[in-house]
């Protein structure tokens, strides 16, 4: 028994037995059956890793218990610590958990007591978003069979994305090669320990993945909402047509969703062919299936 809580804190052998353990969950691999339940707590608004986590667990045959936090004892003044040991005691297996705050395991994990149940992030504020990067490393897997040597580029919100934290450090130290682009500002000084920040079109038909990232209007500031230009920022930072067709033939585009029509990417190239982004999310069922049996192990 054992928590996914940042996709870089466990072994590159772990990381590649859950890619190829989700690739043949979607091959049609009968998952490993246990009587669990698990619960999900979402502190944020979420549709696709919310209802793919809770498919996930109906492919498992698990259980699920149903608590909203906005009306948990939380409200009352409960910590989240004492929740958990809560859920345990009841009987909950498995806890899925999405937070505002950075990082909020590292103080439940602190203050245990308790047995709590196994832990899995589904997103820490602007930290980590483990089950969405593994969902990214099964597409571009699923593509390429390898991770060595290929070009990677991530472009926009860079500060206020726990996806790029997450994708930049697991794919450079699989090996790809990254490079950064969008508004200076909004790339954080340590992401130079990834990759170069360039200008978008800079040796644009090189890259075998482009990976879009939506502009995250509730976590900018006022003044940066107010001085936003969607056209602009389209014509500068999106995917137009011009840029779509200078991708080389095996290149793909990915972005985790929900996507911006016509700000990250134009309308009508959010479901080209070259497009991966929906396949992302039917990849996350089986990613998020494979996190729940590597948890329950």
Known sequence: MRNYLNINAISKNDVLHLIKRAIALKSGDQPKTKSLTAINLFFENSTRTHSSFQMAENYLNWKQIQINPLTSSMTKGESLTDTLKTLKAIGVDVAVIRHSQNAWYENVLKHQGHAIPQLVNAGDGSGQHPSQSLLDLVTIYQEFGHFEGLKVRIIGDLAHSRVARSNAEILKSLGATLTFSGPIDWQPSNFYTFGEHVEVDE???????????????????????????????HECYGLTDKRYANLKQQAIIMHPAPVNRDVEIADHLVEAPKSRIFEQMTNG??????????VTE
Do not use: C, G, P
Request: net charge neutral; hydrophobic share 35%.
């Open 203 to 233: 040796n644009w038909s090189e890259q075998d993945v482009v990976m879009f990232l939506r502009v995250q209007h509730e976590r900018i500031t006022q003044t940066e909402n107010q001085n936003f230009s969607s056209k602009k920022y």
């Open 285 to 294: 069922v089986y990613a998020r299936m494979a996190i729940l049996e590597y």
